[in-house]
């Protein structure tokens, strides 16, 4: 079993391989709410309609991070931990989870403790529910976001709170790229320092469109983006349209997804998906920027470091993004090479690195 999942409130990807009880992290993610990609404004009647279970397992504080990811691993469509949650007691926590009504909780519940060493299956509650509640609590928690002074990112729900504003209007339900998480804010801070107005753009993993649209806003001539996962690309030009952007200066591509994206012992990207996405024309690979960032997280990054310093111009900025910071070191190594005045900026636990293309 191998889902494709997406955590609405750290909007990160992450792929889960799960190989008899033993469960693996594929990348290391921040955690809270994790569900498979559900595109919020694509959802039928009847999908809202239909029923499902909501889960509330008390689990100690310690364990609730395999917990989840276990429960994920064992039927659960959806997990998140509820640090906040006041109601249990000092060393438990809540995890809420959602099931398909199909599903059997207890025994889903069972066989993740088990599969971490959980001696007694932990307590839980079940209610039933609908996905138009579920849909509803996400769109409820997600507002908008202030990244920088002047710079906002608003839910295709709410209203933009200063009209004044670069305002990046974005539905955050079928791609990565919401803005609040630190490895997009870190590209798009960095956007809103160098673009002076008239450069190209190559937003490479674009996700939700969310670097090129700001890259677009911020007075950047052109911008394409392309992605291997054709949910991203549906979402980025959904995305593109709420901001008014056109296909004539923002192209997006579907690309094909190279197994040198993952570490060698595993083939698996962790950024597949489903969509509707039909690319008219291919990426021109010719084509060289004179901005190229790529938020794609370690491995991609090092596999792809050739090809993605090779869409610069000389003298160009790259700006590689996804990288927790205990994992510069092999960034910058790679990049060294490739790059020089190299730069280094610093969220929580991630960082972006940039520098300027050697004209050689
Ligand atoms: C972490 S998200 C970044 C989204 C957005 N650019 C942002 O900064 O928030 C990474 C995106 O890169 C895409 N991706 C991963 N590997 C890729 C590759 N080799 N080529 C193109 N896109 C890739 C994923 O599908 C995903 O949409």
């Not at 989870?97 to 069972?110: E, F, G, M, T, W």
Request: net charge negative.
């Amino acid at each position: 079993m191998s889902p494709v999942l997406c955590c609405f409130r750290n909007h990160i990807f992450k792929h889960l391989a799960c190989t008899n009880s033993l469960v693996r992290r594929e990348f290391s993610l921040t955690k809270l709410l994790s569900v498979k990609a559900v595109p919020l404004s694509t959802c039928t009647n009847a999908s809202l309609t239909s029923p499902f279970l909501s889960v509330h397992i008390q689990c100690r504080k310690d364990f609730a991070d395999m917990l989840s990811e276990a429960l994920l691993c064992f039927g659960a469509s959806s997990t998140s931990i509820d640090e906040q949650d006041s109601h249990v007691q000092n060393e438990e926590i809540c995890i809420s989870s959602i099931y398909d009504i199909s599903k059997d909780v207890r025994k889903s519940i069972l066989h993740a403790a088990d599969s971490i060493g959980l001696k007694d299956l932990p307590t839980y509650k079940i209610v039933k529910g609908y996905h138009s509640d579920w849909i509803k609590d996400i769109q409820d928690s997600f507002h908008p976001v202030e990244v920088t002074k002047g710079l906002w990112i608003v839910p295709e729900w709410r209203t933009p709170l200063d009209l004044q504003a670069t305002n990046i209007i974005l539905n955050p339900g079928l791609a990565f790229g919401t803005g609040d998480h630190p490895t997009t804010k870190l590209c798009l801070l960095l956007l809103h320092e160098i673009i002076k107005g008239k450069e190209s753009f190559l937003d490479y993993g674009t996700g939700s469109g969310i670097l090129a649209i700001a890259a677009l806003k911020f007075g950047a001539d052109f911008a394409v983006g392309i992605d291997i996962d054709p949910q991203a690309i549906t979402a980025a030009r959904h995305n593109a349209t709420l901001n008014n952007i056109g296909p004539d200066i923002l192209q997006l591509y579907l690309v094909p997804s190279e197994e040198i994206n993952s570490p060698s012992e595993n083939n698996s990207t962790g950024f597949e998906g489903q969509g509707s996405y039909e690319p008219e024309a291919s990426f021109d690979e010719i084509v060289k920027y004179d901005i190229v960032v790529a938020n794609i997280l370690l491995y991609p990054l090092l596999n792809l470091a050739d090809q993605i310093v090779s869409f610069a111009k000389p003298g160009a900025m790259v700006a590689l993004s996804g990288i927790i910071t205990e994992q510069l070191p092999r960034i910058t190594g790679r990049y060294s090479e490739f790059l020089e005045d190299i730069t280094v900026s610093k969220m929580d636990d991630w960082a972006c690195v940039s520098g300027k293309k050697r004209r050689i």
